[in-house]
């Protein structure tokens, strides 16, 4: 079974808010994990690898916790440019049955940043 | 620039009728995926690739076939395509499966089958 769950969302968040949402993956078999950014009609792309210790960029802070097989996004001073659908990311080893690459998606987090 | 790139961007088609959309990358990846998003389902890997002549089924590949001739490109043939194939779809490459590895995406594919 290879799976990723996110909140569908859509979550509303003011302007300069700070924003947190998380995703739990069921294959503890998975390696690595990302957010990817998916704006509106467009392809996703990478915003951050997640790592065993976390890892800031910026605003964007990742965590990943092994034992409870989440990881979450945090977001702070909420820029009316974040908002776009964010998508957890598990990267399986291919012996598990994922994809060549081995990323299984979620289906995405829905953000709006209200002025 | 590195990239990905597909075409068409958009296709609008009549059931039955067979089609190819091309994808290309220009990073020397081994990798590339073609993936369909659905609202509510998210994205699903449709097929893949590990190098040269070497694909396989991803989640849903029923309906299309894909091939590998040359490393940077991978087209998706519906050969007879039908309205539920209506979707946008993605094609990824990335360098290798190990830890770290980004997928990079084309600008994707809307496909209207009518």
């Known amino acids: 079974r290879k799976e990723v769950e996110q909140d569908p969302g859509p979550f509303n968040v003011p302007e300069g808010a700070t924003v947190a949402f998380n995703c739990t993956y069921s294959n503890s078999a998975s390696q690595s994990f990302f957010w990817y950014r998916q704006d509106c009609r467009k392809e996703p792309k990478l915003l951050m690898s997640v790592y065993s210790s976390g890892n800031e960029d910026g605003r964007f802070t990742a965590q990943l916790n092994r034992a409870s097989q989440y990881i979450s996004l945090l977001i702070r001073d909420s820029k009316l440019s974040d908002s776009a659908t964010y998508l957890c990311v598990a990267l399986l080893p291919w012996y598990s049955g994922g994809g060549a690459d081995g990323l299984t998606f979620g289906k995405g987090t829905h953000l709006i940043i209200q002025p | 620039e590195a990239q990905v790139t597909q075409n068409p961007r958009y296709l609008i088609t009549v059931t039955g009728k067979k089609l190819t959309v091309t994808c290309s990358q220009n990073?020397?990846?081994?990798?590339m995926s073609w993936y369909r998003q659905d609202p509510g389902l998210g994205l699903r890997q449709i097929y893949y690739?590990?190098?040269?002549?070497?694909?396989d089924k991803g989640d849903v590949p029923e309906g299309y076939k894909v091939s590998r001739k040359e490393k940077r490109n991978f087209p998706l043939i519906l050969e007879s395509p039908s309205p539920n194939q209506t979707s946008l779809y993605f094609c990824?490459?990335?360098?290798?499966?190990?830890?770290?590895?980004?997928?990079?995406f084309g600008q994707g594919t809307r496909l209207t089958v009518v």
């Open positions: 990073m020397n990846h081994e990798y």
């Open positions: 990824a490459s990335s360098l290798t499966g190990k830890v770290d590895t980004e997928a990079f």
């Open positions: 690739s590990m190098n040269v002549e070497v694909t």
